[in-house]
């Protein structure tokens, strides 16, 4: 049985009788999580545990100035929308976002230009899926007329 799990501080708390000493019965690492099955030993409750370690705190810096926390979500969801209905799985999509945040944390710095963010997926794009790159540019680099677009297509041409 799947179950929930509450911290006080950084202890755990059983589910089940909100007692804290548990022991782990069973742990399997996955590429970003650490699942464990937990046992309480008051009431001998099992439940499972998620660990994800906590990446240090990025910010993005906007175009107007404007600071703003790195949000894998928002990034996850531009992509999703460039690449709908196209030929680019959840699975490389997952990748390029993991490939972005893997630069932009070891760069050691804790903001970094949106406009850095931008063009890194960008490259990602134009290396998967030509029309999910333009598709993402043309909202990326708010095109004004169909002259800049052309000159985006232009590039694209071998």
Same mark, same amino acid.
């Given at each position: ?14 589910? $089940? ?6 022991? =782990? =019965? /069973?742990?399997? /690492?996955?590429? $970003?999580? @650490?699942?464990?099955? #937990?046992?309480?030993? /008051? ?6 545990? *998620? ?9 993005? @810096?906007?175009? /107007?100035?404007? #600071?703003?926390? *790195?949000?894998? !979500?928002?990034?996850?969801? %531009? ?9 680019? $799985? ?6 390029? =976002? &993991? %490939? ?6 070891? #760069? ?15 490259? &990602?794009?134009?290396?998967? !899926?030509?029309?999910? *790159?333009? #598709?993402?540019? $043309? ?14 297509? &232009?590039?694209? &041409?071998?």
């Amino acid at each position: 049985m799947w179950g929930f799990s509450w911290r006080l501080g950084s202890q755990l708390i059983c589910p $089940s009788c909100r007692k804290s000493e548990t022991r =782990v =019965v /069973d742990s399997r /690492d996955d590429e $970003s999580v @650490v699942r464990r099955r #937990r046992e309480c030993l /008051d009431c001998r409750h099992r439940f499972t545990t *998620y660990e994800r370690m906590e990446a240090p705190r990025l910010f993005v @810096v906007k175009k /107007d100035g404007r #600071r703003e926390q *790195y949000n894998r !979500d928002k990034v996850l969801t %531009g992509l999703r929308r460039s690449c709908e209905k196209r030929p680019v $799985s959840e699975a490389q999509m997952e990748e390029i =976002v &993991a %490939g972005l945040e893997r630069e932009l944390f070891s #760069r050691g710095e804790n903001e970094v230009p949106t406009t850095m963010v931008g063009e890194k997926l960008m490259e &990602a794009l134009k290396r998967t !899926d030509k029309v999910a *790159y333009i #598709r993402f540019a $043309s909202v990326y680099r708010s095109f004004d007329d169909v002259e800049s677009f052309q000159a985006e297509l &232009a590039e694209l &041409a071998p």
